[in-house]
Each structure stands twice: as structure tokens, then as C-alpha cells.
């Protein structure tokens, strides 16, 4: 490895198995099917996973689709819109953290005729690195305001960590910091009992030389306007409406531009695959919370296009998150069948049934455990804990 700590990070974050929000893409559409047969091997590529081209192209009045590459399962490209008005652009979602990605944001304001400078405002729909990556830097470099849901925090944050006595006291933007804030995180089992995959020691090692530099991949923004539903922010010349809509991550916030019916629905809501469901949430139903969020998109009356992080921009707002609200309709009736098999799965068993062997992992046991958690919350099975497992018992 060369002494330049920056350089090859983005493929660390591609590779390495080390964090519930580098897999969050892991997006399984395809996968909902996995006691089907699939006949059809050459499926056409997602939109989600086109490549990121140089394109600018306005999408709404005074919205501006960028694409910046980023290469995880499923994603090729994160689209970082722009909201000119007076004051300059705000930006959307500026992609991964690290140089090269920085250098494409850079490159993609360039060809909407903006400089660094003119950028004002840095929105965050969630608290993933494709999303946030570029934000840090953006603050150091122009004072821009940073935008997010106020419970906006990634693993790092002791609300995540668990209630350990000495959580309050790590900085996560120290080196140090991050490692024993990712130490911890890697002891800790999950809320199921399984165990994490840890990443290997010289990534780790990578990670805490890592720094708290503008640049560093493991900077954290801190938002310096946290949001709340219903809270309104004035951007491209007309008021946003925040909506606050947990469940791909608990932080996630939408906006939605009364006046043009522009809907910015970040990873909420994507064209064509579904969204990751976490089980690790402040909530202890966080597929219930999905659903509502889903719910309040299916039900908005005047939406005139839905701009995703990724793929395209969209007209059927309230059809697609129809879809989505079936689809885990239809994973939870997949566990229920399967109690049949399993009158005393745990996590992993359920996990086996509703995936792939290909996407098997904490990610999938995480939005297991989500939707048996759910099925706990409507009194449809019991959880009770077997040798530190958590197992999953019908009522009745
Ligand atoms: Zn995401
Ligand atoms: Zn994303």
C-alpha cells in the first residue's frame, strides 16, 4: 500500500464488508423471488446501475440532475442535483467522501456554470457515505450550510453503539476516536445475537490513519441545519417542505417543493429496486415506520416528479411506493408460511428463506430481523432468546 492514506479509499468502501451503510445498497428487488425460478439470466441492467455520465440536465424548474460515480452492489452512479437561486447552488446528496469523487462534484458544478464558492447549502437526505461523503469537505472549504434530519447519525454515534458508560465521551472525528468507536461496534453482537463481520486489521489500521481531515472518508458532517417534519427551507427561489421519512435509515429526510410539485426522495423511494430496510434503529419497529413513510408518499396529491438519489427522475410517486409497501407486504407473508418449517427460527433461518445465498450476511439478517420484529410488534409471533439467539415462535 503506497504512503498516500487517500488514495484507494473509495475502493475500501466498495470492498470491505465493515459497515451496515456500505452495503445498504444491497438492494434486493431480485432477490424477493428467491423460491422462484429465474429462467432469465441476462436481465437488463438497473437504472440505478448506469454508469454516471457528465450530463447536467434540469429536471425542474431551477433543479439540475448531476450524476457522480460510486461503484457499490447494484449502484453505479448517485445523483447530486443542484438548486440554483440568487445566492448561488445547493446541492443534493455530493457523493462519496475522497478525492476522486470530490474532484467529479467539482467537474459537474463547473459544467452547470458554478464554482465551489457559489455552492450555499449542502443537502443530506441520510447517513450513508454516497450521500454525505462530499459534505464535509464543501463546509471546510466554503462554510456551506449543511441540511439533514436532526436525528441525523451514522454507526459512529453513541445512540447506535449501544449505552455503553464511556460512549459519550468519543470523538468520532478523532482517529482514535473511530477506532474505538468501531471497535466497540464489532464486539457488540447484534440485537439478535449474531455475529458482525469484522473487516481485516489493515483496514482498520487505514481507517484510524485515516485522520479528520476534510478529506478523509470517515469524516462525519455534523448538520448546522438539522430539520424537522414540516420545517421549510428555501432553495431554487421557493420553499421545501421537510419530511421526515424513516426506514431505508432512521434519519431520512425528503423535500418536497409545494409550488412545482418536486418530491426529492434521496433513497426513500428509487425507481426500480427497493431500498435496504435496517433493523438497527432507535425504533423497535422500523419496517412500521417504513410503511408510514411509504404511505405519506403513496398518499401526497400533486406531485409532478419524483427526483431519486438514483436512477431516474420519475413521474409515479404514489405507484412506486405502492410497489414497495407490497413488496415487504409480501416478505412478511413469505415468513409467515415459513413458520411452518421453522416454529422456532432465528434470524438467520428466516434470513435463509427470504434471501439469496449471494446477499446472506448482516445486511440481509438486519432487514430479517426488521420484518420478524414487525410481526413481534402485531402479535403474530414471540421472540425469546435460546442460547444468547433470538428465536421467532407463532402465537398461536
Ligand atoms: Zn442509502
Ligand atoms: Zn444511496
Redesign the pocket.
Known amino acids: 500500500m503506497g504512503a498516500t492514506p487517500r488514495t484507494g479509499h473509495e475502493h475500501a468502501l466498495e470492498n470491505t464488508p465493515f459497515m451496515p451503510h456500505d452495503h445498504?445498497?444491497h438492494h434486493h428487488e431480485h432477490d424477493a423471488d428467491a423460491a422462484q425460478e429465474d429462467p432469465a439470466p441476462e436481465r437488463t441492467p438497473k437504472q440505478e446501475q448506469e454508469d454516471a455520465t457528465t450530463d447536467i440536465t434540469e429536471v425542474a424548474p431551477g433543479v439540475l440532475r448531476s450524476q457522480l460515480p460510486i461503484s457499490m452492489p447494484g449502484l453505479g452512479h448517485v445523483n447530486c442535483y443542484m438548486l440554483e437561486d440568487e445566492r448561488g447552488v445547493a446541492i443534493v446528496d455530493p457523493g462519496l467522501p475522497g478525492e476522486d469523487s470530490w474532484n467529479h462534484l467539482v467537474d459537474r458544478l463547473g459544467r452547470a456554470g458554478f464554482t465551489v464558492d457559489n455552492v450555499h447549502t449542502v443537502v443530506v437526505t441520510?447517513s450513508?457515505p454516497d450521500?454525505f461523503g462530499g459534505a464535509i469537505r464543501m463546509h471546510a472549504e466554503t462554510g456551506a450550510d449543511i441540511i439533514a434530519h436532526e436525528t441525523f447519525s451514522t454507526i459512529f454515534d453513541p445512540a447506535e453503539s449501544g449505552d455503553d458508560e464511556d460512549s459519550g465521551n468519543l470523538d468520532v472525528n478523532s482517529a482514535d476516536g473511530r477506532a474505538a468507536a468501531m471497535e466497540r461496534y464489532f464486539a457488540a453482537p447484534t440485537p439478535w445475537g449474531g455475529k458482525r463481520p469484522r473487516p481485516s486489521p489493515e483496514f482498520m489500521e487505514r481507517m484510524r490513519r485515516s485522520g479528520g481531515t476534510s478529506g478523509s472518508m470517515f469524516g462525519i458532517p455534523a448538520p448546522t441545519q438539522p430539520m424537522i417534519d414540516g420545517q421549510t427551507v428555501k432553495l431554487a427561489r421557493r420553499e421545501w417542505v421537510a419530511m421526515h421519512t424513516p426506514g431505508?435509515?432512521y434519519d431520512h429526510l425528503c423535500l418536497f417543493d409545494p409550488e412545482h410539485g418536486a418530491v426529492l426522495t434521496g433513497?426513500h423511494v428509487l425507481p426500480s429496486i427497493t431500498?435496504h430496510i435496517s433493523g438497527l434503529t432507535p425504533d423497535s419497529d422500523p419496517l412500521a415506520l417504513f410503511f408510514d413513510s411509504l404511505r405519506r408518499m403513496a398518499d401526497m396529491t400533486d406531485v409532478s416528479i419524483a427526483l431519486p438519489a438514483h436512477g431516474h427522475p420519475f413521474t409515479d410517486l404514489g405507484g412506486r411506493a405502492e410497489h414497495i409497501i407490497d413488496h415487504h407486504q409480501e416478505r412478511l407473508d413469505i415468513i409467515r408460511n415459513a413458520h411452518h418449517e421453522l416454529p422456532n427460527g432465528t434470524v438467520m433461518d428466516f434470513m435463509r428463506v427470504l434471501f439469496r445465498e449471494r446477499s446472506w450476511g448482516e445486511m440481509a439478517e438486519s432487514e430479517t430481523y426488521a420484518h420478524l420484529e414487525h410481526l413481534r410488534e402485531l402479535g403474530e409471533i414471540n421472540c425469546h432468546f435460546d442460547d444468547s439467539l433470538a428465536r421467532y415462535t407463532p402465537t398461536s
Open positions: 445498504h445498497h441520510h450513508h450521500h431505508h435509515t433513497d431500498p
